[in-house]
């Protein structure tokens, strides 16, 4: 090319970012450096490198050449650029690296939204979630109005915390502002009340959305199985399908994981069986590890083993950690025991694999075993994630421990737990001191079980909420045997219903049922 220019320099350097040849978009950066003074990296230059970088991750390599990007950021005087900005922050973001992200953005200064859209992102992707809600309300406190980039990240927050009056207030600023609806917003949107337990709410914004796509339909598809209603998840893809759109990966799986929720284990099995010569689309190691938990789950623990083994992937820790999840529920002990085993030696500092070997000792009476599985654990330094059980009530948020007191109210709510327990000791509960721990006295054993997290926290809402309003809880873990039937009767002798968010899946408890069918 005869008369190159700052412009044709970006072009190509841009060209072989995008394609993530980041070696040669970066050589193609010191020739363009080298050729002179009329030719200089302008506030286009660096966004399209720093682009490429953001893409490879955060390995060591790519950190450096970070670092060594923004220093020539500096020297060009481009720092302030909101472009370049921007371009900055996600690149930090990408990397994991929340702090340099702050930096950059701070030597912007700038209150343009786009930099604020970036700033809030990195938080939010560094799982920074109370930063970026601060970042959004600064933006609002300085008059700044938010993008649907914006929203989209501050709904996910709102989601993952569990925090739905803030996401209903959040969703009425985006309404009042009339900010455009675009497809990744409104999915951000259903996700956040799907995820803090309002399915109904993310039914209607699907229905709202006069532009679904793909992911629209994946959204509302995983929704649904998170909450048990396989049926409902089925009519969505059948919907998906007859509107034109083609299942993804993601589709399939969100399906196969409302099956498995659901125990329908032969319907998951002919979609998986059918995954290829049907939608064309090969299984990948989610598809087969989501087959495993539904076999696990449902009781076919060789038949999960045997998938394991077939399966073209070398099998994770996870996975087995699936199946030994299986042989708790199961109480199978044999197989159990050898999975254990076998996982200790994969992972001999994760808590869980010594907790569900020792819990499955203790459900089956073998106390002097069980012991000795915690002394292990105890041994070699390993400490378990303690349980803890949330509820939002108004703009607070309370938290729970077992057998916690540190609640301003903690009296008033052990009295309120007393009761209800009593009362649901008289409509038929019968505490199953099987999922008690330790080897104590049946009536203490009966009593360790009544002041877990979940119990708490429901003890809390039900004297903080109106009269016959839902609840909503959260739990960090998996919800026990125990506290899933007191569950049901709970909803029944107060005439509430109970929506119960553990790590796996979501429960609705309403007249003395559970929305799961007691399969989870």
């Known amino acids: 090319m005869p008369r190159r220019n700052a412009v044709t320099w970006n072009a190509l350097i841009k060209g072989y970012a995008q394609a993530g040849r980041r070696e040669e978009a970066i050589l193609l950066f010191r020739d363009m450096k080298r050729e002179g003074s009329d030719i200089a990296p302008d506030r286009y230059t660096f966004p399209a490198l720093l682009s490429g970088i953001a893409r490879e991750g955060g390995s060591g390599c790519t950190q450096e050449l970070g670092g060594a990007l923004h220093a020539h950021v500096i020297k060009a005087g481009l720092e302030k650029d909101p472009f370049v900005g921007a371009s900055l922050v996600s690149m930090y973001a990408a990397r994991g690296t929340v702090k340099d992200a702050k930096v950059a953005f701070d ?64 969703h009425g600023h985006s309404l009042k502002s009339n900010t455009e609806e675009d497809a990744a917003m409104l999915n951000a949107l259903l996700s956040m009340y799907s995820d803090c337990g309002c399915i109904n709410d993310a039914q209607k914004v699907f229905s709202s959305n006069d532009n679904v796509n793909v992911v629209s339909y994946n959204s509302m598809i995983s929704a649904l199985g998170q909450h048990g209603y396989p049926k409902e998840a089925v009519e969505h893809f059948r919907q998906m399908k007859l509107a034109g759109l083609m299942p993804d990966e993601v589709t399939l799986l969100s399906l196969l994981s409302a099956f498995n929720h659901a125990g329908l284990v032969h319907e998951g099995l002919q979609i998986f069986n059918s995954m290829v010569d049907i939608e064309g689309i090969k299984p990948t190691y989610q598809h087969y590890a989501c087959i495993v938990d539904m076999l696990a789950r449902s009781g076919l623990i060789g038949e999960a083993i045997k998938t394991i083994n077939g399966m073209p992937f070398e099998a994770e820790a996870p996975l087995w950690r699936i199946v030994l999840g299986a042989c708790n529920k199961h109480l199978d002990i044999d197989t159990g025991k050898h999975i254990a085993e076998m996982l200790f030696e994969m992972e001999p500092y994760e808590a869980t694999n010594y907790i569900l070997l020792s819990n499955l000792y203790a459900r089956l009476g073998k106390w002097t075993e069980a012991e000795k599985v915690r002394n292990l654990m105890d041994g070699r330094g390993v400490d378990k994630d303690d349980a803890f059980s949330w509820i939002e009530m108004g703009q607070r948020t309370h938290i729970f421990g077992v057998d916690d007191r540190s609640h301003p109210i903690s009296r008033e709510i052990y009295r309120n737990l007393d009761s209800l327990i009593s009362n649901i000791k008289v409509a038929g509960y019968v505490p199953d001191i099987s999922f008690a721990a330790h080897n104590i006295q049946r009536d203490r054993k009966e009593e360790s079980l009544y002041y877990h997290c979940e119990k708490l926290a429901f003890a809390f809402g039900d004297l903080a909420a109106p009269s016959g309003s839902t609840i909503r809880i959260m739990k960090n873990l998996r919800v026990c045997g125990d506290c899933h039937c007191a569950y049901k009767y709970f909803s029944l002798v107060t005439g509430r219903e109970i929506i119960l968010r553990d790590n796996q899946r979501f429960h609705h408890f309403n007249r003395g049922s559970c929305s799961c069918g007691d399969y989870w």
């Open 107 to 170: 030597q912007v200064g700038s209150l343009d939204p786009i930099v604020w859209s970036s700033m809030i992102s990195a938080y939010a992707n560094c799982e920074e979630e109370e930063a970026a809600l601060l970042a959004f309300f600064n933006m609002l406190c300085q008059d700044i109005k938010p993008t649907q980039f914006v929203y989209s990240s501050v709904f996910s927050v709102c989601g993952r915390m569990s925090k739905l009056e803030m996401g209903k207030q959040v």
